[in-house]
């Protein structure tokens, strides 16, 4: 199997979380893992799983603006112009061989909210043309800054393993 994870993390807990998806993954083959800034402009066509990850704002996946104010909230990471939602767009439509997993980090008081920067990626990649394989999934940080919910890293790390069992005898 070979795994592409491109996330986009403003106070680092997002890309604590790919990290241990990367982790996951990795008994099962070749991951690379790049910060959405840093990534490929179009996944490569011999890719078996692409994995977006990035933070909830606003409901949804994040914008300019929202990164603009989490700046102001003492951000550090990321690139403020830069975002999954942006990578997305510049991706070409049309039928591509890579499937598409997508997960978020929210904060965990407000876990029943009705949007989702994993359920919109997932949405956006299915309209692109890439098959969504996965349930979206959610990670839950205490605060906007974090730190990461109790267990949520080893939920991540297992969430990784599970895909990655489901892909092994397909790629080999």
């Not at 990471?77 to 939602?85: H, N």
């Not at 904060?107 to 949405?123: E, L, N, Q």
């Amino acid at each position: 199997m070979r795994a592409l994870i491109v996330y986009e993390s403003m106070f680092g807990n997002t890309e604590k979380v790919a990290r241990q998806v990367a982790d996951g993954l990795a008994g099962y083959g070749q991951v690379e893992l790049r910060e959405v800034s840093e990534a490929p402009a179009q996944p490569d066509e011999q890719l078996d799983l692409v994995v977006l990850g990035g933070p909830t704002h606003a409901f949804s996946m994040s914008r300019e603006s929202t990164r603009e104010d989490a700046r102001r909230q003492g951000a550090t990471q990321g690139e403020v112009y830069a975002g999954l939602r942006e990578w997305l767009d510049g991706l070409p439509k049309g039928a591509h061989h890579p499937s598409v997993a997508a997960f978020d980090t929210r904060v965990t008081k407000v876990r029943r909210i009705p949007g989702s920067a994993a359920r919109k990626a997932a949405k956006v990649a299915g309209r692109l043309g890439y098959r969504v394989t996965e349930q979206p999934v959610s990670f839950f940080v205490e605060d906007v800054d974090g730190p990461l919910a109790d267990g949520e890293l080893e939920r991540a790390r297992a969430w990784g393993d599970r895909i990655g069992a489901r892909w092994a005898p397909v790629a080999n």
